[in-house]
């Protein structure tokens, strides 16, 4: 078996909190010393024979996941696989991904959470990054071969010893194979790191977040205190799996810890989730925007019974307030709004707040631990109200990306605030508005343009299903808006500029340009890819 590297040491791998700071949040209860692994024992012990995940093959036992994952714990401690090694898992939506998660959180190994769309660039960065000794993936999923791509990527990472199939394994270990009898060797400590998540940004290669099982576990309960779940609760998993808003806002992890049932969707189309949700009588569901817009349109004309449903969690980017004001009428369920990062900082609007500020605003932060500071360009503090770029420290956010040393003095101030790379606005309540990405403000011969109010003032248009505006260079100008709108009518581009000068819309901000698409690209965790938009304009540019 290999030596652990030491995760938890500070040094170029990973950045602890300090350790007054962390004696500080072990002292307030934030911190509770427990491992995720004995989160779900301890789950087991309570609601043993509650179901606690389905999904389109079988349905797991609290009791039932407990000893599987156990018994998995085993096997890949029989393949070398030990406490602080990493482990790429790349995984559909399917409930192994949770028995695996769980197995190695047993035995203290770090999951990778890769998503099923990276390929072999992706995915040989992500394991020279994290030094990964073993690859989980599916035999195969949307008709491609996993177990061909991970032999690529084995060729380039000589840490890579395992691939691990769930399947046929085509010459690999298979995973079946690897149950044995339940585990009883030694664990991790609640300090490790516990996973490796990625940065929601769209960059090709993602950066790495370590999360201790202290702060994860963490995470998940202050998120149950702004969304409340309980034994009788039907969590519906239909986002990626290994998204953190999917896993642990509250999702998967939260559920889990109450006793409530996951049901995971294969995808989050209408056609899976909404039989889903009948069937199942789901209770809270999890969208990004893009796929909320898709089930308010389908809702007024499906067959299926939503009825169950009492919370739709909407997150991942900002949900305009055009589609906020639709969720109650059209789905007759509470929105909730969530606004957060891996990072850490989670933020949510709650059950008894007004409808203007469900509306309205992305939420308070979760935890009275959560330090918010929202700045100027030379980290001054702007005034309640007025637009800045927002700062956050608390116990679930971490202190610094794994093995990213230089990057991390950029993104980190030096008294350990985070710099989410969002602009907010914040409400003397301290609920938030997201008011944009600041890379994604347009700076348009020196006057700026927010992408976000623009976009709000299109999707009031009858005709616009989806708009993301993004910045394009320009020899003259430094950058000139551009516009990409999915059209639901027959629509003109024309039409959209007067849309908005009718609007009192100022010139300056009605986009240069207007470009009509079928779909948006998105990113591996669900986001509009706005990278890939810029890149397109710019190639716009250049014809």
Same mark, same amino acid.
């Given at each position: 078996?290999?030596?652990?590297?030491?995760?938890?040491?500070?040094? %170029?791998? !990973?950045? &602890?909190? =300090?350790?007054?700071?962390?004696?500080?949040?072990?002292?307030?209860? #934030?911190?509770?010393?427990?491992?995720?692994?004995?989160?779900?024992?301890?789950?087991?012990?309570?609601?043993?024979?509650?179901?606690?995940?389905?999904?389109?093959?079988?349905?797991?036992? #609290?009791?039932?996941?407990?000893?599987?994952?156990?018994?998995?714990?085993?096997? !890949?401690?029989?393949?070398?696989?030990?406490?602080?090694?990493?482990?790429?898992?790349?995984?559909?939506?399917?409930?192994?991904?949770?028995?695996?998660?769980?197995?190695?959180?047993?035995?203290?190994?770090? &999951?990778?959470?890769?998503?099923?769309?990276?390929?072999? #660039?992706?995915?040989?960065?992500? *394991?020279?990054?994290?030094?990964?000794?073993?690859?989980?993936?599916?035999?195969?999923?949307?008709? !491609?071969?996993?177990?061909?791509?991970?032999?690529?990527?084995?060729?380039?990472?000589?840490?890579?010893?395992?691939?691990?199939?769930?399947?046929? =394994?085509?010459?690999?270990?298979?995973?079946?194979?690897? #149950?044995?009898?339940?585990?009883?060797?030694?664990?991790?400590?609640?300090?490790?790191?516990?996973?490796?998540?990625?940065?929601?940004?769209?960059?090709?290669?993602?950066?790495?977040? =370590?999360?201790?099982?202290?702060?994860?576990?963490?995470?998940?309960?202050?998120?149950?205190?702004?969304?409340?779940?309980? %034994?009788?609760?039907?969590?519906?998993?239909?986002?990626?799996?290994?998204?953190?808003?999917?896993?642990?806002?509250?999702?998967?992890?939260?559920?889990?810890?109450?006793?409530?049932?996951?049901?995971?969707?294969?995808?989050?189309?209408?056609?899976?989730?909404?039989?889903?949700?009948?069937?199942?009588?789901?209770?809270?569901?999890?969208?990004?925007?893009?796929? @909320?817009?898709?089930?308010?349109?389908?809702?007024?004309?499906?067959? *299926?019974?939503?009825?169950?449903?009492?919370?739709?969690?909407?997150?991942?980017?900002?949900?305009?307030?055009? @589609?906020?004001?639709?969720?109650?009428?059209?789905?007759?369920?509470?929105?909730?709004?969530?606004?957060?990062?891996?990072?850490?900082?989670? *933020?949510?609007?709650?059950?008894?707040?007004?409808?203007?500020?469900?509306?309205?605003?992305?939420?308070?932060?979760?935890?009275?631990?959560?330090?918010?500071?929202?700045?100027?360009?030379?980290?001054? =503090?702007?005034?309640?109200?007025?637009?800045?770029?927002?700062?956050?420290?608390?116990?679930?956010?971490?202190?610094?990306?794994?093995?990213? @040393?230089?990057?991390?003095?950029?993104?980190?101030?030096?008294?350990?605030?985070?710099?989410?790379?969002?602009?907010?606005? $914040?409400?003397?309540?301290?609920?938030?508005?997201?008011?944009?990405?600041?890379?994604?403000?347009?700076?348009?011969?020196?006057?700026?343009?927010? *992408?976000?109010?623009?976009?709000?003032?299109?999707?009031?248009?009858?005709?616009?299903?989806?708009?993301?505006?993004?910045?394009?260079?320009?020899?003259?100008?430094?950058?000139?808006?551009?516009?990409?709108?999915? %059209?639901?009518?027959?629509?003109? $581009?024309?039409?959209?500029?007067?849309?908005?000068?009718?609007?009192?819309?100022?010139?300056?901000?009605? &986009?240069? $340009?207007?470009?009509?698409?079928?779909?948006?690209? !998105?990113?591996?965790?669900?986001?509009?890819?706005?990278?890939?938009?810029?890149?397109?304009?710019?190639?716009?540019?250049?014809?």
């Amino acid at each position: 078996m290999s030596a652990p590297t030491p995760l938890t040491d500070a040094g %170029p791998d !990973f950045s &602890p909190w =300090p350790d007054e700071v962390a004696a500080r949040y072990r002292a307030a209860g #934030y911190w509770a010393g427990v491992t995720l692994g004995q989160v779900l024992a301890d789950s087991a012990r309570r609601h043993g024979d509650r179901p606690a995940v389905v999904d389109a093959v079988r349905t797991w036992t #609290y009791r039932q996941l407990d000893h599987d994952a156990s018994r998995l714990a085993t096997g !890949f401690a029989r393949l070398g696989i030990g406490r602080g090694d990493r482990v790429l898992v790349q995984m559909p939506n399917v409930g192994e991904f949770v028995v695996i998660c769980f197995a190695l959180f047993r035995i203290g190994a770090v &999951p990778v959470l890769t998503q099923p769309a990276h390929r072999t #660039y992706e995915l040989v960065r992500l *394991c020279e990054q994290s030094g990964a000794v073993a690859h989980v993936v599916a035999d195969r999923h949307a008709e !491609f071969d996993y177990r061909a791509l991970s032999a690529q990527v084995a060729e380039s990472c000589p840490s890579l010893r395992s691939t691990i199939v769930h399947g046929d =394994p085509g010459g690999h270990v298979a995973l079946a194979d690897l #149950y044995a009898d339940p585990y009883r060797g030694p664990g991790p400590e609640a300090g490790d790191v516990a996973l490796l998540q990625l940065s929601g940004g769209s960059s090709a290669v993602p950066k790495l977040i =370590p999360r201790t099982h202290d702060d994860y576990a963490y995470n998940a309960r202050a998120s149950l205190d702004a969304c409340p779940l309980g %034994p009788g609760d039907v969590y519906l998993a239909a986002l990626p799996v290994a998204h953190n808003f999917t896993l642990c806002a509250p999702g998967i992890l939260g559920a889990l810890t109450v006793g409530a049932t996951v049901v995971v969707s294969p995808s989050p189309s209408v056609e899976k989730v909404f039989p889903l949700i009948e069937r199942h009588r789901v209770t809270v569901a999890a969208a990004v925007p893009a796929v @909320a817009l898709r089930w308010l349109d389908a809702a007024d004309s499906t067959t *299926c019974d939503l009825s169950s449903l009492r919370v739709m969690q909407v997150g991942g980017a900002r949900l305009k307030p055009s @589609a906020a004001r639709r969720v109650r009428p059209t789905l007759g369920c509470t929105l909730q709004q969530v606004f957060g990062m891996a990072e850490g900082l989670i *933020c949510y609007t709650r059950p008894d707040d007004p409808d203007e500020i469900v509306v309205e605003t992305q939420g308070v932060p979760m935890s009275p631990a959560d330090e918010i500071r929202v700045v100027d360009d030379d980290d001054r =503090p702007v005034p309640d109200g007025t637009p800045g770029h927002l700062l956050t420290r608390g116990p679930y956010t971490i202190r610094g990306y794994y093995r990213a @040393a230089e990057y991390n003095r950029k993104a980190f101030t030096a008294d350990g605030f985070y710099r989410t790379g969002d602009v907010v606005r $914040r409400l003397p309540s301290g609920h938030l508005v997201v008011v944009d990405r600041a890379k994604d403000i347009v700076n348009r011969g020196g006057t700026k343009v927010a *992408c976000e109010e623009i976009e709000e003032i299109l999707m009031n248009h009858p005709g616009v299903h989806n708009a993301a505006v993004v910045g394009k260079p320009d020899d003259v100008l430094g950058e000139r808006v551009w516009a990409f709108v999915i %059209p639901q009518a027959p629509l003109e $581009r024309g039409d959209l500029a007067d849309y908005l000068h009718e609007r009192g819309v100022a010139a300056y901000k009605v &986009p240069d $340009r207007f470009e009509l698409v079928q779909e948006f690209p !998105f990113t591996a965790v669900g986001k509009v890819d706005k990278l890939a938009l810029r890149q397109r304009a710019a190639q716009e540019e250049e014809r």
